[in-house]
């Protein structure tokens, strides 16, 4: 069975089952909801900021190994992590966490993990974290998915300082039935219905007091309890150590560009149109990168990318494969703006000072703002159209960042509307601090054009507050929800609307 037919039955499933509160969807963390052992981030970076002295390194490295190849208990695992941070602040671990997640965890979230979540919440269910992990591993990520429900091991700490014990019983094996015990009585979820996902016999317990067990990415000692009752197993593969193919597609893919810019070269040489060549160029190169990735691009509301020409189009920012969705999108006669630090980038910065692409300094307001000059002249004089981030930087997750000023003043500027394209899911190819995409479906929502002629700098803090909450409004929707006579567009004018009141 591929991946993408084992998350759709898990999926169906989901849809199948009862609707409500009462109905639990309790998720294990290491493993379940991201790949790999968290702990072994944390020590990577505990390492990497100097705050283990060469003794406490041993001990915990020694705990962290023998405990992820079962050579040793959880006990002996969680007492030396509780060690090594005895005198240190509850406040200190907690920014490690959110840096670890930065860094580290936000990337390795399953996107078959978000896509499940999703479902129990659409069904109304109570979604819960039970794991033996801390809560400054799971805060971020549960922050992340929208899960309010974290049960988990605690330190023992005094006046906000760890002590270097650990609260017992920890919630590990008997510990998470029970934890799911107290989670049922403080919220009314009724076990027998509901579900459970992990991926280690360690909870075997909590798996035989719920009547949905559910069984991914299953260790050697689970398969075989699986088979032998008959659970059905679930392998997510988009997250992990990337495998051959997926190296060398991405070799393939980041050749393609400069081989699609030589091959366009004779366009420019026999009949000097620059703009022609670029187009021919970047069209070449976006359909065989996104063919050889693996990157299905489905888009909702394509008529709007070629309505309105020239146009600001504005896309949220999840993930460097961006680079790639927009070009395939737009196609023809735009031009980009990215940071400065492109024009470092050995082959690639050399195309994009070629193609014009406008390079900006994101600390330096003075110099953005005159960097952008002549890129409203370009959209004025030569009907060029332009590809910006409002967030200014790509996000760390799916989450949306706040919106810079930039691409409002320019739209305003120049005269033409806002276009915005929203992009759900990049970070199932590619997310944040990750090198080698991985095959996905990427869902684009493109928006009806939002017309500018009436705006003015006194007005445009509104006017940016309104077209980020149309993108959070359409990533909330989803795919295939957010039809263009569905979406509250009575204060946001678009051009049609605004001629026909001319009129």
């Known amino acids: 069975m591929t991946a993408e037919a084992q998350l759709q039955r898990i999926l169906d499933d989901i849809e199948e089952a009862p609707a409500g509160p009462e109905v639990g969807a309790i998720f294990d963390y290491d493993g379940t909801l991201i790949a790999g052992f968290s702990a072994m981030a944390f020590l990577r970076e505990q390492i990497m900021s100097g705050a283990l002295s060469p003794r406490e390194f041993r001990d915990q490295f020694n705990a962290v190994r023998r405990f992820a190849t079962g050579k040793t208990g959880f006990s002996a695992f969680v007492g030396a992590t509780a060690k090594s941070l005895r005198g240190r602040s509850e406040d200190w671990f907690a920014e490690l966490g959110e840096k670890v997640y930065r860094k580290s965890i936000a990337g390795s979230i399953y996107p078959e993990a978000r896509a499940i979540v999703a479902a129990h919440r659409k069904k109304g269910h109570t979604i819960a ?109 988009s997250r992990g150590r990337p495998s051959l193919s ?74 460097a494969v961006d680079a790639l969705i927009v070009p395939k999108l737009l196609r023809r006669d735009f031009t980009s703006i990215g940071k400065k630090e492109i024009g470092n980038y050995p082959v690639i910065g050399q ?17 953005t703002i005159e960097a952008m000059r002549p890129v409203v002249e370009a959209i004025q004089t030569e009907g060029l159209s332009v590809a910006i981030s409002p967030e200014g930087t790509r996000s760390v997750s799916t989450t949306l960042g706040p919106f810079k000023k930039g691409a409002f003043h320019m739209a305003m500027q120049a005269g033409v509307p806002i276009v ?74 678009t051009p049609a609307a605004a001629n026909d009141e001319a009129s």
Not at 160 to 179: N, S
Not at 442 to 447: A, E, G, K, M
């Open 420 to 493: 915005p394209i929203v992009i759900h899911n990049a970070t199932d190819a590619l997310p944040r601090g990750r090198n080698i995409p991985r095959p996905a479906d990427i869902n684009v929502t493109v928006l009806p054009p939002v017309d500018t002629s009436n705006w003015s700098p006194e007005t445009v803090d509104q006017h940016v507050e309104d077209v980020r909450n149309m993108f959070l409004e359409s990533l909330e929707r989803g795919v295939g929800e957010a039809a263009d006579d569905d979406l509250n567009l009575d204060h946001w004018d």
């Open 129 to 237: 974290i039970i794991s033996s992990a801390t809560k400054f591993q799971i805060d971020p990520v549960a922050d992340d998915l929208g899960i309010k429900h974290v049960l988990c091991t605690e330190l023992e700490s005094e006046n906000g300082v760890f002590t270097g014990e650990v609260i017992r019983p920890t919630c590990f094996g008997e510990g998470k039935r029970l934890a799911a015990l107290k989670l049922a009585d403080e919220t009314g979820v009724d076990l027998f219905e509901s579900f459970f996902y992990t991926d280690s016999d360690d909870d075997i317990e909590l798996l035989d007091a719920v009547g949905r067990p559910r069984i991914v990415n299953a260790n050697k000692a689970l398969t075989k309890i699986a088979n032998q009752r008959s659970w059905q197993t679930y392998r997510f593969t």
């Open 246 to 319: 997926n190296l060398f597609r991405t070799g393939l893919s980041y050749s393609a560009l400069p081989a699609a810019f030589a091959a366009s070269t004779p366009i420019l040489a026999l009949t000097g149109n620059k703009r022609e060549m670029l187009n021919t160029a970047v069209g070449m190169w976006a359909d065989y990168a996104a063919a050889i990735s693996g990157l299905n691009i489905h888009i909702e509301g394509e008529e709007h990318l070629w309505s309105h020409r020239p146009a600001v189009f504005a896309f949220n920012h999840q993930s």
């Open 351 to 367: 195309i994009a000072r070629f193609a014009d692409v406008v390079l900006i300094d994101r600390k330096n307001t003075a110099k």
